[in-house]
């Protein structure tokens, strides 16, 4: 017995023992939670449910040069409610004057609201739906509400913020004023002003501190943001609506007519370089039109006749000949090397003078002049071509902008044929943007100016900066040289390729240009072709320059020269700039407020800061910003023309009803 109490007492040892033990590493791991790892498990626990959010900044909105709306953010708001942040008594006390506020903004009966709240409190909801897409003025409105205006964390009110970028001119000049994103691969990327100009329109993003509460959701923990948001700078363009809608419609119109696969057209002040319109049109396969590519800026390709204009200069800078020097056509068609140089004109034009070949375009008679001036010393042709900014990119913020290619003569694929080829636009590759660039020179007597999108960056009335006029090149060439070139593209108008256009209203001188596409589709033989016409009106003193770039118009039409396809949209928008509206034919001076531009800003502001209960009188805004008003009151905008508003189908002082849709009609 003795031995077995022995064997008993042993195993209430060992157990104690045991018990101690653990209760010592108990000890030591609770001490080294607290003590050692403590802050790393408080640090997690608090990254789980606390976290802060970045509060996007409001983007700053983009602008014509007349100040109507070109791209702009409409904010829009999601309202929740915490049903257990408020205290009870704030509750019951608040339910019923919450619930008649909500009826009058949102439309539905009081009682449906008690129901609802009551019932989110019963269970618990903290994240329960109030409203959707709420405009910033109903926003303000139900922040106001009883019970709301106590704030997040006694009045449990959650709102959720997103920013809707809306283009309100629609689909003209949509590529030029680009966009911002963020790829499927998580990289930003972007196109036109959008992107170039992100660093002003962004603004900075501000922080708001969140709890995780239910399923996932979180809600602010306090009234006021971490870091504030500073909303971005605005836009100031260059381009002109007018002008641009001008523009779009000309190039539309003619592209549907010749079945063109797609075109361009760019309007630019000469002084300046700004650029007043912009257009880029592509054929969907449904076979309408569309902006989805900068054609203007990005296509480098075979001009044509078009850079007969380097030849010219280049001949008379190097006084190799002068404009009345006769050549022999040779019946249209010589050879070099085996190939051969053909004349549109069948037949050849028999003996011209270099001007008359230049305003026919005369393939055989500018490469003869080329070939036979500089086949011993093709350098400095090509030389001449790089002075003049023919071989460089312009520089622009842009991103894709197109790389032009002048051959060299210490190029490996330089041959016997690269010197005639060039002389008549083969062989080289150019955009439209540099093309018009150069043509632009001459109209602006030599000085060459940077295109311009770009005018200035303001916070409303107050201008952050301005962009000035870039000279390139000061002086591209003599003024004796630049007068011979003037008289040349007026007379390819008057009584050249381009006699077509001409008019006794108004004057007008460029180039014609036809290139044949080095490419073929589907495997197929058939011809493609590029049609193009740029110059520059009134021809006496320059406004304005243009080109116009066509590209496969259908050849089963028997009609793809330059001065057929393209000419026209050229003609169309001279005339309709001068004789529509002869006011634009003035350039402002830089140094001078654009008093319309204000005007636009100060009634924009007022109307925007003002709360509606009723429909707000529209009529006389600029559309864009009319838009823009209403959308930010949560009324659907159709608009019928360009301009200002003419006529609003709901009169103003009407009953402002959601989801109402509102007809604009612009003149």
Known sequence: MAVEDKHITYRIYL???????????????????????????????????????VIPANKGNIYSSDGSLLATSIPNYNIRFDAVAPKSEAFQKNV?????????????????????????????????????????????????FPLFNMGVYKGGIITDQKTVREHPIGEIAERTIGYE?????????????????????????????????????????????EVEPQ????????????????????????????????????????????VKAISNL?????????????????????????????????????????????????????????????????????????????????????VQAVYENYKNEPSRFVNHLNSYGLNSRLGLPFQGEGKPRVPQP????????????????????????????????????????????????????????????????????????ILKLKAVLENVVKRG??????????????????????????????????????????????????????????TSMNNYYGADVAGPVFKRIAQKIFTDAPSTNEIKKLDKKNGKQEKNYSEYYAKAQKKHHVIPNVKGMSGMDAVALLGNLNIKVKVIGVGKVKKQSIQPGESLNKNTTIILELS
């Open 181 to 225: 994103r963020i790829t499927p691969n998580g990289i930003p990327d972007g196109k036109g002003i959008e992107w170039a100009y992100r660093k002003y329109l962004n603004g900075k993003d501000g922080k708001i501190l969140k709890q995780k509460i239910a399923k996932g959701q979180w809600k602010p923990i306090r009234d006021v943001n």
């Open 497 to 554: 390729t381009g006699s077509k256009l001409y008019s006794k209203d108004f004057s007008m001188a460029g180039k014609t240009g036809t290139a044949q596409a080095n490419y073929a589709k589907n495997g197929g033989n058939e011809k493609h072709y590029i049609s193009s016409f740029v110059g520059y009106f009134p021809a006496d003193v320059p406004k304005y320059s243009c080109i116009v770039v066509v590209h496969e118009p259908n």
């Open 282 to 366: 592509g054929r969907a396969t449904n076979g309408g039109y569309y902006e989805t590519t900068n054609y203007a800026v990005a296509e480098s390709h075979e001009p044509g006749s078009t850079y007969k204009l380097a030849d010219l200069m280049t001949l008379l800078e190097d006084k190799k000949v002068d404009t009345s020097k006769v050549y022999d056509s040779k019946g249209g068609e010589i050879t070099y090397s085996g190939k051969k140089v053909r004349d549109s004109h069948e037949g050849g034009y028999g003996k011209i003078s270099l001007a008359k070949g230049f305003e026919v375009s005369s393939n055989t008679v500018l």
């Open 410 to 481: 210490t190029d490996k694929d330089w041959s016997n044929i690269s010197l005639p080829w060039m002389a008549f636009g083969y062989g080289v590759s150019i955009t439209p943007l540099q093309t018009l660039t150069y043509y632009n020179a001459v109209a602006n007597n030599g000085e060459m100016v940077k295109p311009q999108f770009v005018s200035e960056i303001k916070s409303w009335n107050k201008t952050i900066k301005k962009f000035d006029k870039e000279v390139i090149n000061p002086k591209v060439c003599s003024q004796e040289t």
């Open 96 to 144: 019923k004057p919450l619930a008649d506020s909500l009826s009058l903004l949102l439309g539905k009966p009081s009682s449906y609201f008690q129901a609802e709240l009551r019932k989110a409190r019963a269970n618990k909801n903290r994240y329960y739906l109030i409203a959707r897409d709420l405009s910033f003025t109903e926003y303000m409105k139900i922040k106001s």
């Open 15 to 53: 157990v104690a023992v045991t018990v101690f033990l653990m209760a010592i590493a108990i000890t030591v791991k609770l001490t080294n939670i607290q003590w050692v790892d403590g802050n790393y498990y408080r640090k997690l626990a608090k990254e789980r449910t606390v976290r802060n959010f």
């Open 231 to 274: 909303d971005g700078y605005d836009i100031i363009s260059t381009i002109d609506v007018y002008i641009q809608d001008i523009a779009h419609h000309a190039l539309l119109k003619q592209l549907e007519l010749f079945e063109a696969d797609h075109g361009c057209v760019v309007v630019m002040e000469t002084k300046t370089g700004q």
